[in-house]
């Protein structure tokens, strides 16, 4: 195992401390495990907290801030943040107008964060809770009872960021949450297993000339594997089976959509954005207009080497919140 760290015992900690140094603007508190914006409490916002397993960077530390999340929750690699850490966000946020808790579904996020929303209800704070389940690859999965939540987080937490960020109370912002997910729809692909840092060696073997289609965002293997294949192809497995899947959403199915083309932390950008070549291609032929486009490395998966596709159907309310101003470690437009 060659990896830049100390020891896996503390890597996750150190990081946190990379971070407090890199972005004195956020509130990091390493032995509590929780990143909070120092304004979270300015201006009777509804706060956002969400969180999960470490591994998955810049998701979620990095999208705090304006304009996104109030707070992140990160726990150890792979594993849910506790209770504890996600009741301490949900105080250290709350503004008089309420939280929201965007959770991915997997099953620790979930018990984890359902347990918080009831500590934090017994202290007298409104809460509300979304569920993001956009991935279509599996219905369960190892870490999973139904579908997975995956590229879709990072629509959810910047569009209801911007909605919390423009004064929307707190069953505006969660109703905006929910129909993102619903609109949202992910499939991975891995050209590699990621090696955990306790482990020390991949999570799942994957032979040499191989690659794994319908993967989760924890190495998990996915619903196919299949002999290495061009870049066309692969997008042409990934699009369709999003298209497929997105088309019993009724309405319009040749809607505008927010395009994400995800690398999972070990794929360049130079592959990335070959790789969206083929997806912008597809789309087209398929007359599916793009109305915005994201390529790069934003919900990962340590070092595995592939991608997700994810699409959303946004009209001009999603697109316009979409747009707005956003200053986030990963995430930065406007002002």
């Not at 792979?78 to 301490?88: G, I, K, L, N």
């Amino acid at each position: 195992m060659r990896m830049l760290i100390n020891s896996p015992e503390t890597v996750v900690a150190d990081a946190l401390r990379g971070l407090a140094a890199a972005h004195p603007e956020l509130d990091v508190d390493v032995d509590r495990r929780i990143v909070v914006r120092r304004d979270a409490r300015d201006g009777g916002r509804v706060g956002l907290v969400s969180g999960g397993g470490s591994g998955h960077e810049p998701l979620h530390a990095g999208f705090v801030g304006p304009g996104m999340l109030s707070a992140a929750c990160p726990g150890e690699v792979f594993t849910s943040p506790v209770p504890d850490q996600m009741q301490r966000a949900a105080t250290a946020v709350n503004g008089g107008q309420g939280v929201l808790f965007i959770v991915k579904n997997y099953t620790g996020d979930v018990l984890n964060f359902d347990m918080a929303a009831e500590l934090a209800e017994e202290d007298g704070l409104r809460v509300e809770k979304v569920l993001v389940n956009d991935d279509v690859a599996v219905t369960d999965s190892l870490y999973t009872a139904g579908r997975r939540g995956t590229g879709a987080t990072l629509f959810v937490e910047k569009i209801a960021g911007a909605a919390a960020e423009e004064g929307a109370p707190l069953d505006r912002v969660a109703t905006l949450a929910r129909r993102v997910n619903a609109s949202s729809r992910s499939f991975g692909v891995a050209l590699s297993a990621c090696t955990t840092p306790a482990k020390g060696s991949p999570t799942f073997d994957l032979p040499d000339g191989e690659l794994e289609l319908g993967i989760g965002i924890h190495g998990e293997p996915g619903r196919e594997r299949r002999p290495m294949m061009p870049s066309r192809e692969i997008a042409e497995i990934a699009v369709g089976a999003v298209l497929e899947d997105m088309a019993q959403l009724g309405g319009p199915a040749d809607g505008p959509v927010l395009v994400l083309v995800n690398g999972m932390g070990a794929t360049p950008l130079l592959e990335l954005y070959g790789f969206h070549a083929e997806v912008a291609l597809i789309l087209g032929e398929r007359g599916v207009p793009v109305a915005r486009t994201l390529v790069g490395n934003y919900v990962t998966s340590l070092d595995m080497a592939g991608c997700s596709v994810t699409l959303c159907r946004a009209d001009e309310e999603l697109l316009r919140l979409w747009d707005a101003p956003v200053q986030t470690a990963a995430l930065r437009w406007g002002r």
